[in-house]
């Protein structure tokens, strides 16, 4: 049930972010931590630009990467990295259910959960680890 809500949460934020850059920009990827209560969920556009929807306060946050952050995220969600870490998807939508670790990871590949302590191999876990950070600091900004 908490993921369904979720899942129609975030396509609504992600719909609404993409629909604010210019025509050139696309999405690279949209994180959210699926906590109970939600906090919010980040995506960031192929322009640098994100945005970070915070559930609680309703409200959005919109910036820009910096040339660092976003030099980083490159690293985490080229192709080869994406495929890495969507091998680890969960099958098990309830382990994704308000755990505390779980993430919902959108890019090119789709959208799949994520649960950090179930991911073992430290590459993958890395990518979602950097995904989790950056979705942290800009949700406490």
Known sequence: MMRNVMAAIFA??????????????????SVS???????????VSSDSAYE?????????LRGRLTESE????NVHTNQSALRELYAHAESDSS?????GD????????????????????????????????LLSQKAHK
């Open 12 to 29: 609504l934020a992600v719909a609404g972010c993409a629909s604010r850059h210019d025509e050139s920009s696309r999405q690279v990827v």
């Open 95 to 99: 382990h994704c259910d308000g755990g």
């Open 70 to 73: 976003f030099a980083a995220l």
């Open 102 to 133: 779980g993430y919902l990871v959108t890019s090119v590949l789709g959208t799949a959960c994520f649960v950090v302590s179930a991911i073992a191999d430290s590459q993958s876990r890395a990518h979602l680890e950097f995904l989790a950070s």
């Open 52 to 60: 970070f929807l915070d559930f609680r306060a309703q409200s959005a």
């Open 33 to 43: 931590h699926l906590s109970t209560p939600p906090v919010g969920s980040l995506s």
